[in-house]
T-cell receptor
Framework: NAGVMQNPRHLVRRRGQEARLRCSPM?????VYWYRQLPEEGLKFMVY????????ESGMPKERFSAEFPKEGPSILRIQQVVRGDSAAYFC????????????FGAGSRLTVL | GESVGLHLPTLSVQEGDNSIINCAYS??????FIWYKQESGKGPQFIID?????DKRQGQRVTVLLNKTVKHLSLQIAATQPGDSAVYFC??????????????FGQGTTLQVKP
């Protein structure tokens, strides 16, 4: 059981470039959640997805951010035209049941925007 | 709006002593609370949870207390060990979020264990 796998662990982008973060949920989990953690802060909910469906995107910025969880393959968090304020750790979590209380988090992807 | 906050940003304790980490929440409608531990460079790790119909729950070396009257949550760690050094977050399941997995996290308290 490899747990929630995220890659890349570290990503450096220049302003205006695109960032793609990947998340493979735990085996048997079909619910994925993305959270963002700014330096010295707690995690902030971004989006909750099931296979091929976005269930709750109330925490996603209105522009430049998108997420998907295709039928096959990992969940992708995509940030277009990155700005310095996007620099953060992005954590993915998964659960076997919908809207589960206890989430299993991955180790995170740390995005640095130069 | 909904918010979860912690009283102290850093707590320093001697190895072997008990630790108490506090958390205040603002949404009286929240019905589920969780404590997570985050070590440097890692993702949050579940420690213990409690539902709003309880006021105390115990795990291995950890106890969570919930005071709904003053909207306060605490995590007690018995016989603190160096491996307990981490940032501790309280989180609540926001009202209306029972089916979304949306947790509201506090700012975090850093626990430093002195040998």
């Amino acid at each position: 059981n490899a747990g929630v796998m995220q890659n890349p662990r570290h990503l450096v982008r220049r302003r205006g470039q695109e960032a793609r973060l990947r998340c493979s949920p735990m085996k048997g989990h079909s619910h994925v959640y993305w959270y963002r953690q700014l330096p010295e802060e707690g995690l902030k909910f971004m989006v909750y997805l099931q296979k091929e469906n976005i269930i709750d995107e109330s925490g996603m910025p209105k522009e430049r951010f998108s997420a998907e969880f295709p039928k096959e393959g990992p969940s992708i968090l995509r940030i277009q035209q990155v700005v310095r304020g996007d620099s953060a750790a992005y954590f993915c979590a998964s659960s076997v049941t919908p809207g589960a209380n206890v989430l299993t988090f991955g180790a995170g992807s740390r995005l640095t925007v130069l | 709006g909904e918010s979860v906050g912690l009283h102290l940003p850093t707590l320093s304790v001697q190895e072997g002593d008990n630790s108490i980490i506090n958390c205040a929440y603002s949404n009286s409608a929240s019905d589920y609370f969780i404590w997570y531990k985050q070590e440097s460079g890692k993702g949050p790790q579940f420690i213990i949870d409690i539902r709003s119909n309880m006021d105390k729950r115990q795990g291995q070396r950890v106890t969570v207390l919930l005071n709904k009257t003053v909207k306060h949550l605490s995590l007690q760690i018995a016989a603190t060990q160096p491996g307990d050094s981490a940032v501790y977050f309280c989180a609540e399941k926001g009202s209306g979020s029972s089916n979304t997995g949306k947790l509201i996290f506090g700012q975090g308290t850093t626990l430093q264990v002195k040998p």
